[in-house]
């Protein structure tokens, strides 16, 4: 198995809403990563954890806010977004976090805040 | 930290002709040199990677080669297809990726 899984594929939200973005993967990877990409820009780092702990937050702005449950799970929960966070939502994950091997993406999350 | 550039931001090429994608990077402890193919709307997949202690690698059609002393690396593509067109990143990593600004590859049949 070598896929990452994300969820939702696709979540319209108001800016007063409460919602999570869930990313799941099952490779035994210890590191995962929370991308943003905006069209036609090349995947943003927003979080990174290694061994289920966060170990890099790119100051990334409160109200996106990342939980790691356990080794396959990956959480976004979102909350009083606004309407320039609408962007695809990339999960990633890798053998570790020494950064010499492949990074494997999930589908991405296409978020749209209203 | 690390600072990745990448050209051209747009290729267009004639089906069967080669394209060239050129990247520099800044930090000299990156060791780890991928590159990511991304259609509309869907992920970035691996399409082909190489790390510091080797200076080019191939697969079929597509090559990387990496110049440590100059730090950059390219991408080629041979004998271009149609399903080539997409968005090509290429990223640095030491421990974490630090993707290029990207290049649109169009491929004319």
């Known amino acids: 198995d070598t896929e990452v899984t994300q969820t939702p594929k696709h979540l319209v939200m108001g800016m007063t809403n409460k919602k999570s973005l869930k990313c799941e993967q099952h490779?035994?990877?210890?590191?995962m990563y929370w991308y943003k990409q905006k069209a036609k820009k090349p995947p943003e780092l927003m979080f990174v954890?290694?061994?289920?702990?966060?170990?890099i937050n790119e100051s990334v702005p409160s109200r996106f806010s990342p939980e790691c449950p356990n080794s396959s799970l990956l959480n976004l929960h979102l909350h009083a977004l606004q309407p320039e966070d609408s962007a695809l939502y990339l999960c990633?994950?890798?053998?570790?976090?020494?950064?010499?091997?492949?990074?494997?993406f999930g589908q991405g999350t296409r978020l749209t805040v209203v | 930290g690390e600072n990745v550039e990448q050209h051209p931001s747009t290729l267009s090429v004639q089906e069967g002709d080669s394209a060239v994608i050129k990247c520099t990077y800044s930090?000299?402890?990156?060791?780890?040199f991928p590159w990511y193919k991304q259609e509309l709307g869907k992920r970035p997949q691996l399409i082909i990677d190489?790390?510091?202690?080797?200076g080019e690698k191939k697969d079929q059609r597509i090559a990387v080669t990496l110049n440590k002393t100059a730090k950059h690396f390219s991408l080629h593509i041979t004998e271009t297809q149609p399903e080539d067109s997409a968005v090509y990143f290429c990223?640095?990593?030491?421990?974490?990726?630090?993707f290029g600004t990207g290049t649109s590859l169009t491929v004319i049949p």
């Open positions: 930090d000299s402890a990156s060791n780890y």
């Open positions: 954890y290694s061994y289920e702990k966060l170990s």
């Open positions: 490779m035994g990877h210890r590191a």
């Open positions: 990633a994950s890798s053998q570790d976090v020494q950064g010499n091997t492949e990074a494997f």
């Open positions: 990223a640095a990593s030491q421990n974490q990726f630090y």
């Open positions: 190489i790390r510091s202690n080797v």
